[in-house]
């Protein structure tokens, strides 16, 4: 039986919600004092919520935030952030692309016009602050039906980690001894990272990061050619996920999660998915109280996956 998905609401606010749609109906967070978070990192959420929700409102907010200026296509994280102040990422890119291209797939139009137009015009320069990789292009041309493009984009994902990351994650993993990732229900504040010897700090930006693993997943559940690559792939990046990131590990093909860890989850402060539940974790990583009613983004994305995954 599938685990029931939470509600979504345009206009929830504290303390029914966490994560709440803006009047640009970009996601970002809001306690129950009403600080406002997240609005530089709100295309991820926007991808988010439309994958679990398909609030397609979110896609097109999203999409209005590439622009032309001067002739060139440029991207902009928040519409209350400056582009010329918070210049966008790899990641941005990427979680812009995300949205468009789930889109496209969900309402057959191979591909959405302005997600041709961001990755043709952006070319090899994001911003003044980002470039893309190798893989990064050759995952964009993927997304838009270049098989030759996806196939070298799992080669050079393959070798790279097998190579580079993965040897270097373990290397790090063993000197630095963060210890292994526990439920939530397990954790307790642990010294975070910030307070950890310098060699620890330094070692945590050395291996591949806990964020970066989510995205590199989320571009693979919008890519579905070469099977017995893509789970080449996701083997190996299943060796650099902490033991308890159930969602990271759905969407790098393990079966067997334990239905109760996921139906149990409770929704936290600090992005569960994207960190971590040991003494590498960097934030404030703390179980929300009270729990939100609409817009639960980590307890619902562990359960679509869950249902999409595992069932």
């Known amino acids: 039986m599938e685990l029931k998905l939470g509600k979504y609401s345009s206009s929830a606010k504290p303390p029914e919600a966490f994560w709440i749609s803006d009047e640009y109906n970009m996601m970002i967070t809001m306690d129950i004092n009403g600080n406002i978070a997240g609005r530089g990192d709100s295309h991820e959420a926007n991808f988010e919520v439309y994958l679990i929700y398909d609030q397609k ?14 002739g060139k296509i440029i991207g902009q994280r928040h519409p209350d952030l400056p582009f010329e102040d918070y210049p966008m990422s790899r990641d941005h890119l990427t979680t812009s692309l995300l949205s468009l291209s789930l889109y496209s797939e969900r309402l ?29 292009n050759l995952w964009t041309k993927a997304i838009i039906g270049n098989k030759k493009a996806e196939w070298f984009f799992y ?28 439920d939530q229900e397990d954790y307790v504040k642990h010294p975070i990272l910030q307070e950890l010897p310098k060699y620890k700090q330094v070692i945590n930006k050395i291996i591949y990061p806990s964020y970066s693993m989510l995205i590199s997943g989320y571009q693979l559940y919008v890519l579905d050619n070469f099977p017995l690559m893509r789970r080449i792939l996701k083997k190996l990046r299943l060796q650099m996920i902490g033991k308890t990131n159930y969602v990271q590990q759905m969407l790098f093909g393990k079966k067997g999660i334990p239905r109760e860890k996921i139906e149990n989850f409770k929704a936290m402060q600090g992005g569960r998915w994207s960190g971590y539940l040991n003494s590498r974790n960097d934030r404030d990583m703390k179980i929300l109280d009270p729990q939100p009613i609409f817009n639960n983004i980590d307890v619902d994305l562990a359960r679509f996956l869950y249902n999409k995954t595992q069932l």
């Open 57 to 70: 409102r979110h896609v097109i907010a999203s999409a209005n935030l590439w622009f032309k200026r001067n």
């Open 108 to 136: 057959e139009l191979h591909p959405f016009h302005p997600m041709m137009d961001i990755i043709k015009e952006t070319g090899l320069i994001i911003s003044p602050m980002a470039r893309k990789t190798l893989s990064l």
């Open 155 to 182: 080669l050079l994902e393959i070798l790279t980690i097998l190579f580079i990351y993965l040897p270097v994650y373990k290397l790090g993993m063993f000197i630095a001894n963060y210890g292994e990732e526990v």
